[in-house]
């Protein structure tokens, strides 16, 4: 029988309460289709913090070195506002991207037919929205050098991030923005800001090179990141598949994530390279939303980014592509039903909590595996 091996690392906040339905999917899936899922689990984060003085422990690190795949939560609240920079529980999330590699963030926006009302846009600007956000993870603004605070003795003291990008960077994630783009509308929009940055100019060099050079098949359009902004919010349809880097990427998906009703409802994947002998590539998937600290623990959080992402799991890392539909058609179809989580709730439906969320995922899951 196939293995295969999941490393969890449920975070902070509502992280554990999410993932907690994620693993009833996994046991379910290992006793009615042998699907042979092992799993481990692990501390990121706060929480990590507390046990081990670190965002993520070595041995966690090496675990998800290791894993098939890594089910990632959420991490930060404010209880570890004021634990040291490099410690505090992101550094977990940047490492694990860091070191596994994982230089391509995949964030789908897709509006659920029956959360149409539930964007903070008109209906009709939202219905039917399928959008792919193809977001740089390993590089620009986060991981550049220097990136200090230094005091100039004067009184002042002056702050430094550091904006870089070499060539392969843009070229691997274009590449992953052209192959996405050919089995979706065949559309990219590359996202930039080349009338201000340098590593704009090159963004938009080399995107421009590697679609002329394999790619010229799709059709591909620029915009500056700020006009980028404006549209998504102005007429969100227009967009197939967005190609943009790390810091512009993490604003643009949360822009988008709210076209779609709730920040609840976005998936992630983030995909390394593929292993030269294997095939195989590093991944881990996380919802999009936080650790939001403010719902923690009431189980009221909504689940649904979190099981998004494990579909994204069972298609991307496991070629698992009939379970993956069904399951994204099970949260589809429980939403078709009315029933909601406190984030999504609409006149009329019938407002649950993460469990019964969850389990409503899962009843309409096995039905449609049956
Ligand atoms: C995201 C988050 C992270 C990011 C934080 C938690 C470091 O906002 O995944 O979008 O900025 O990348
Ligand atoms: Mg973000």
Redesign the pocket.
């Known amino acids: 029988m196939t293995t295969r091996n999941l490393f969890l690392l449920p975070g902070d906040g509502i992280g554990p309460e999410a993932m907690g339905e994620v693993r009833k999917i996994i046991a379910y899936m290992n006793e009615a289709m042998n699907a042979g899922f092992v799993t481990d689990e692990g501390l990121v984060g706060g929480s990590a913090y507390d046990a081990h003085g670190a965002a993520i422990s070595e041995a966690d690190m090496q675990k998800a070195l290791a894993a098939d795949a890594v089910l990632f939560g959420a991490?930060?609240g404010p209880k570890w506002d004021d634990v040291p920079y490099e410690v505090r529980p992101?550094a977990g999330?940047?490492r694990l991207r860091k070191d596994l590699e994982l230089f391509a963030n995949l964030r789908p926006a897709i509006c659920y037919p029956a959360l149409a009302n539930a964007s903070s846009l008109k209906p009709e600007l939202v219905e039917g929205l399928d959008i792919l956000i193809i977001r740089e993870l390993t590089g620009g603004v986060?991981f550049g050098e220097p990136k200090t605070i230094t005091d100039l003795g004067n009184g002042q003291k002056r702050a430094i991030d550091t904006q870089v990008y070499d060539t392969y960077e843009i070229e691997r994630i274009s590449a992953v923005a052209f192959e996405m783009a050919r089995t979706r509308q065949n559309r990219v929009c590359s996202m930039e800001k080349r009338n201000v940055m340098k590593s704009g100019v090159l963004w938009n060099q080399v995107v421009t090179a590697t679609h002329k050079d394999k790619y010229s098949d799709v059709k591909l359009e620029h915009m500056l990141a700020d006009a980028g902004g404006m549209q998504l919010v102005r007429a969100p349809k227009q967009f197939d598949v967005i190609v943009t880097d790390?810091l512009f990427g993490?604003m643009l998906?949360?822009v988008a994530a709210m076209l779609t009703g709730s920040l609840g409802m976005l998936p992630?994947a983030s995909l390394g390279a593929p292993d030269g002998k294997t095939g195989k590539r590093k991944a881990l998937y996380?919802p999009?939303h936080?650790s939001a600290p403010d719902i923690a623990g009431q189980g009221i959080a909504n689940p649904i980014a979190m099981i998004a992402s494990f579909a994204m799991c069972l298609r991307y890392s496991f070629g698992m592509v009939t379970e993956a539909d069904n399951l994204e058609k099970a949260i589809a179809n429980v939403l078709d039903k009315g029933i909601r989580t406190a984030d999504i709730m609409a006149d009329g439906a019938k407002k649950v909590g993460t469990v019964e969320m969850g389990e409503a995922i899962l009843t309409e899951f096995k039905a449609l595996s049956a």
């Open positions: 991490v930060g992101e999330l940047l986060y790390n993490d998906s949360d992630s996380e999009v936080g």
